[in-house]
């Protein structure tokens, strides 16, 4: 089954504690993103990738890291989580079709930070 | 600067009303694409269609319906027959061919509740 999967789903963590979100797809597809879910914000891209070993700043990439080994993986690192970084992420691959793409989300992992 | 508005936070209905969720954009590119997104209440998000600003042709799918008007820089859904299912929160967003990679800029999302 084609997907995007998310690890973990749901994560409580604490003030400064380093983190991982896992994103994986099977579907081959060159792009990846990363956005965050908030309240009255709709989506936020933090950042994106085009290919491996190619990534750049979205819109709100302060606090956090991303990395891109393996064209599957598309892993985001929290470094020094804050209470500001408490949201819904989301995890999205894509394929380019002429000018555009169709991005396929993930579940979503719920983060808390205390 | 681009931009989706969706105005309506919240839609309440009842089960077999006709709802249109309003949706304007912003941008000043003349090649632009629109995408409507679900999340229901189990938190994904669906895809539902994808316009290019080329074709104004309204798009018909079973019980939902887009139309997209260039002159209001709108791209409205209507869901007919509303049903318990449908409640979910729908995203509009927009992207624009730029440096090779096309970001998706959404609304804030509307709510819809609809109650039996």
């Not at chain 1, 973990?8 to 797809?25: D, E, F, M, N």
């Not at chain 1, 070993?53 to 890291?65: I, L, Q």
């Not at chain 2, 998000?45 to 042709?57: A, P, T």
């Not at chain 2, 509303?82 to 998706?104: H, I, R």
């Amino acid at each position: 089954e084609a997907q995007v999967t998310q690890n973990p789903r749901y994560l409580i963590t604490v003030t400064g504690k380093k983190l991982t979100v896992t994103c994986s797809q099977n579907m081959n597809h060159e792009y990846m993103s990363w956005y965050r879910q908030d309240p009255g914000l709709g989506l936020r891209q933090i950042y994106y990738s085009m290919n491996v070993e190619v990534t750049d700043k979205g819109d709100v990439p302060e606090g956090y890291k991303v990395s891109r080994k393996e064209k599957r993986n598309f892993p985001l690192i929290l470094e020094s989580p804050s209470p500001n970084q408490t949201s819904l992420y989301f995890c999205a691959s894509s394929l380019r079709e002429g000018l555009t793409d169709t991005q396929y989300f993930g579940p979503g992992t719920r983060l808390t930070v205390l | 600067a681009q931009k989706v508005t969706q105005a309506q936070t919240e839609i309440s209905v009842v089960e077999k009303e006709d709802v249109t969720l309003d949706c304007v954009y912003e941008t000043r590119d003349t090649t632009y694409y629109l995408f409507w997104y679900k999340q229901p209440p189990s938190g994904e998000l669906v895809f539902l269609i994808r316009r290019n600003s080329f074709d104004e042709q309204n798009e018909i799918s079973g019980r939902y319906s887009w139309n997209f008007q260039k002159s209001t820089s709108s791209f409205n859904f209507t869901i007919t027959a509303s049903q318990v299912v449908d409640s979910a929160v729908y995203f509009c967003a927009l992207s624009e061919p730029s440096g090779g990679y096309n970001k998706l800029i959404f609304g804030a999302g509307t709510r819809l509740a609809v109650h039996p």
